[in-house]
């Protein structure tokens, strides 16, 4: 159940967390699930090859072994990744965690700045996993509209009240806009 490229965990092996993660879900203590891709990944496929982009699905992977400890952090496919940071987790906390290990991070020659855009959703008693991804995923799918600029290093995390699904969230599917 891991994932050869990154080391990471896989989408099973995700599902699988998150089942057990909502089954234990009390107002009393909510976590955090985060959604996140490579800003423009294609294009490092597109214009280094292949090869370069495994480099960074790879460099991806030590960040986020590094970030959460080695425990929490999954690869969905492609350059899509999901986050069940520990109890308590801020997303602020997360994103300039992440902020720094992606830049101290050894990625190949013209790589840079990779940037990662991410949704993030807090669990709820009576949310299904399958209620609990779309959210995340919504604002995902918003932090990818909102980017502005394209020099610095960072995430972009999808705007919204952290604590329950807006109107947006609700309506939003699983692989298009809210």
Request: aromatic content about 6%; overall charge neutral; charged content about 25%.
């Amino acid at each position: 159940m891991t994932d050869p490229l990154t080391g990471l965990p896989n989408r099973r092996a995700f599902d699988l967390d998150v089942a057990q993660v909502l089954a234990g879900t009390s107002r009393a203590r909510p976590r955090l699930l985060i959604m996140m891709d490579v800003h423009r990944f294609k294009t490092y496929n597109d214009i280094f090859g292949h090869a370069t982009g495994d480099d960074v699905l790879r460099g991806l992977g030590r960040v986020l072994r590094r970030v959460l400890g080695g425990e929490g952090a999954y690869r969905l496919g492609g350059d899509e990744f999901a986050l069940l940071p520990p109890t308590g987790t801020r997303p602020a906390h997360i994103a300039a965690h992440l902020e720094r290990e992606v830049r101290a991070e050894a990625w190949p020659p013209g790589i840079g700045p990779v940037r990662l855009q991410a949704g993030a959703v807090l669990s709820t008693p009576g949310l299904s996993p399958h209620q609990w991804l779309r959210q995340a995923d919504a604002r995902l799918y918003r932090a990818k509209h909102a980017r502005q600029g394209e020099d610095r290093w960072d995430v972009e995390f999808g705007r919204g009240d952290l604590g329950e699904p807006d109107a947006a969230d609700e309506g939003a599917g699983d692989s298009g806009p809210p």
